[in-house]
Nanobody
Framework: QVVLVESGGGLVQPGGSLSLSCAAS????????MGWYRQAPGKQRELVAL???????NFGDSVTHRFTISRDNAKNTVYLQMNSLKPEDTAVYYC???????????WGQGTQVTVSS
């Protein structure tokens, strides 16, 4: 079992920056990927950013060149730096932990990000 604890989020003005972090704990062994998804009211959950154990990254089209993702393997933690935020970035952001060999996915409880003036 893997438990994810998210931190960060909140209210920011358009054009501002915000950072999120997610720490994984529990039975962690083998290769894993981590990342973030988001869900706005009335919309489906969508990819924000993923980072593999190789540190290869993948971003959703709407956040490319504005968001960066990184990870600290020693701390089993993933970070999301969000810059040039727009009102359409407003959503609940969910941390994802993916065990590559087993194929299991774990999710954080979600953290609200609101971009508004």
């Amino acid at each position: 079992q893997v438990v994810l604890v998210e931190s960060g989020g909140g209210l920011v003005q358009p054009g501002g920056s915000l950072s999120l972090s997610c720490a994984a704990s529990g039975t962690i062994s083998g290769r894993y990927g981590m990342g973030w998804y988001r869900q706005a009211p009335g919309k489906q959950r969508e990819l924000v950013a993923l980072i593999a154990d190789t540190h290869a990254t993948n971003f959703g089209d709407s956040v490319t060149h504005r968001f960066t993702i990184s990870r600290d393997n020693a701390k089993n933690t993933v970070y999301l730096q969000m810059n040039s935020l727009k009102p359409e970035d407003t959503a609940v952001y969910y941390c994802n932990f993916h065990l590559i060999v087993e194929g299991n996915d774990y999710w954080g409880q979600g953290t609200q990000v609101t971009v508004s003036s």
